[in-house]
């Protein structure tokens, strides 16, 4: 229970009023304290009201008002004064309770920048292969990994597309679905150690190429990237028709 309910469920106003020198009537009034009262126009019961001025609330508004204090002193001074115990915990439990629900946010839109980063990776070394992997004459076997390539593409590019502008409830379901082939990809790319993936991070990385930068990771970038991307590739599809 913290200081306001422990307050509240211990003192009444009229208590709390005997108690700090006024005089309380046969009828249950005393002196109203907020307005020039002569004859005691404020009724002091569980709440306090005042008849001559509207005054009105709980006990810890009056004495918040009367000392000019805020609410959470004026309940901290009548624990004091009445000898009242509350749990200062539970406000620290509530903390508690914010701060993992942030973290927890915070890991999910980790997982969700990593998801799309792998497979952002590995959509730029598919593009890559498809025309390094190409198959020269009419007849030649097509080499795995521009069979790959042709396979998975549009598939990924799809991904992409939602991670980006899709809703909440779409991002997350391939966050969840794709999750764990992530880390397998991400181990798999890093092995072909791009090189060069024609997109501007590997640019702003200078001579020292993507090795010395850690590749994309923690790119906030990547997706304003991405969607000027797929932008410009929208104009260049139209200028084809
Ligand atoms: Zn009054």
Not at 56 to 79: M, P, R, T
Not at 124 to 129: A, E, G, I, Q, V
Not at 136 to 142: A, F, Q, R, V
Request: hydrophobic share 35%; charged share 30%.
């Amino acid at each position: 229970m913290n200081v306001f309910e422990a307050v509240k469920q211990s003192v009444t106003t009229r208590q709390a009023a005997e108690f700090y020198g006024f005089r309380v009537d046969r009828t249950g009034k005393i002196i109203c304290p907020f307005h020039n009262d002569r004859n005691p126009s404020m009724k002091v019961d569980n709440r306090f009201h005042c008849f001559g001025c509207g005054a009105d609330g709980d006990v810890i508004d009056l004495v918040s008002k009367l000392y000019g204090i805020s609410s959470l002193e004026g309940a901290k001074k009548l624990a004091l004064d009445f000898g009242i115990s509350y749990d200062s915990k539970s406000v620290v439990r509530k903390l508690k309770t914010i701060k993992q629900q942030k973290s927890d946010a915070q890991k999910y839109a980790e997982a969700e920048s990593r998801v799309f980063r792998v497979l952002s990776d590995y959509y730029h070394l598919l593009k890559r292969w498809k025309v390094q992997y190409a198959p020269s004459i009419e007849n030649e076997n097509w080499h795995p990994r521009f069979a790959e390539a042709l396979q998975k593409i549009s598939h990924i590019e799809y991904l992409l597309d939602v991670l980006v502008f899709g809703d909440a409830e779409e991002k997350a379901l391939i966050v969840m679905e794709y999750g764990k082939e992530i880390a397998v990809l991400e181990q798999r790319i890093s092995e072909f150690n791009i090189s060069d993936t024609g997109s501007s991070h590997a640019d702003s990385c200078g001579d020292a190429g993507v090795q010395e930068c850690g590749g994309s990771q923690g790119k906030p970038d990547f997706e304003r990237e991405w969607q000027r991307k797929k932008h410009n590739q929208e104009l260049s599809d139209r200028i084809a028709v």
